[in-house]
């Protein structure tokens, strides 16, 4: 059903495979790393996923029967506990991919909706799984993956999350979204700064796409997933469900619930410590790590894309491609 997709994983896999095994036992990743930024932030640019055709008709209603009250009684149902500032009731920007939402939130929360199912499906990946040896390697990598996901798309309120849209500070010209990564505990409230590039990123573009055949954007229809070359390489698969998880692995309290170590400041969360961009510098990231031995770079547990390129990895295959095949 997608061929080239599952021929590319192999040989990104084969290609993994014949680096020289240079890991050293033992490495972790907090007392290594650079100190973790004040702040945290996706720095990705447009260029990586340049604008498709967008369809302008009104979206009159969500997908998958996600809810679009502009209430947050469904919020319960997610794995965190999520707020709106009322800023977010303005309508998405002019140009936006998402100017058929009536409302900014209505947008977020169904980015929202499609992170918790990105974790939710990559929760249980082996060590040996194919989306996970893509961005990581062995242990403490594998539990703390594992537990970062289950805390993502747990009920039980792990972490909690006010959305943001007035792109103020900390936003910078780059920033797709910037996550509050000070110290706090699951019931407290931490922003996430929703910057205006985020309307327009090729990285927060599109939203999965779901069991509706309706081909409006953002929706990228099944066959666009698949498509023989696809621009700006494995960064195509970039989604605003990925960019968000990404922002959520920030958190200090999901970062301890995950089992990382804490910086200088007590923080847990995860840092932005890959040189390129989305899942193509996270690629990178775990091969210089594997590299790398003075033990200098941060291993890829603690560096946020990791997270979300695995659980994308993953989330195509099950959610998109064929559940059959993404199953083990
Ligand atoms: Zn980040």
Redesign the pocket.
């Known amino acids: 059903m997608c061929s080239f997709l599952l021929t590319s994983l192999l040989r990104l896999l084969l290609l993994l495979l014949s680096f020289p095994s240079l890991l050293l036992a033992g490495k972790e990743g907090r007392n290594k790393q650079p100190q973790t930024p004040p702040v945290?932030?996706?720095k990705s640019a447009d260029n990586h996923n340049p604008p498709l055709l967008l369809n302008k008709s009104p979206q009159k209603e969500l997908r998958d029967g996600r809810s679009s009250s502009s209430s947050n009684d469904d919020l319960s149902i997610l794995g965190g506990s999520f707020s709106f500032a009322t800023n977010c009731h303005a309508k998405p920007p002019k140009g936006s991919s998402y100017e058929g939402f009536t409302t900014m939130q209505e947008a977020l929360l169904a980015a929202v909706h499609d992170a918790v199912a990105l974790a939710q499906a990559a929760e249980s990946l082996p060590a040996t799984s194919v989306a996970f040896t893509h961005y990581f390697k062995g242990d403490p990598q594998h539990a703390n993956f594992v537990a970062m996901m289950r805390k993502i798309g747990d009920q039980s309120d792990a972490y909690t999350v006010e959305f943001d849209c007035a792109s103020g500070k900390p936003c910078g010209p780059q920033s797709i979204a910037v996550?509050d990564a000070t110290v706090g505990e699951p019931s407290t409230r931490k922003t996430i700064q929703i910057c205006n590039t985020y309307w327009k990123s090729g990285a927060t573009r599109y939203l999965l796409p779901g069991t509706s055949t309706s081909p409006d954007p953002p929706y990228r229809s099944k066959q666009e997933w698949c498509t023989s070359k696809p621009t700006g390489g494995a960064n195509y698969y970039a989604t605003a469900g990925h960019s968000l998880l990404?922002?959520f692995t920030?958190l200090d309290t999901l970062g301890k619930q995950a089992g990382l170590s804490p910086d200088g400041d007590g923080r847990h969360g995860?840092?932005?410590f890959q040189k390129g961009c989305e899942l193509n510098g996270a690629r990178t990231q775990l091969d210089s790590w594997v590299k790398d031995t003075k033990g200098v770079l941060a291993s890829p547990d603690y560096n946020?894309?990791s997270y979300a390129a695995t659980a994308t990895g993953k989330g195509i295959l099950l959610l998109v491609v064929a559940p059959a095949v993404g199953n083990g």
């Open positions: 945290s932030c996706i996550t990404h922002e920030h995860t840092g932005d946020a894309e």
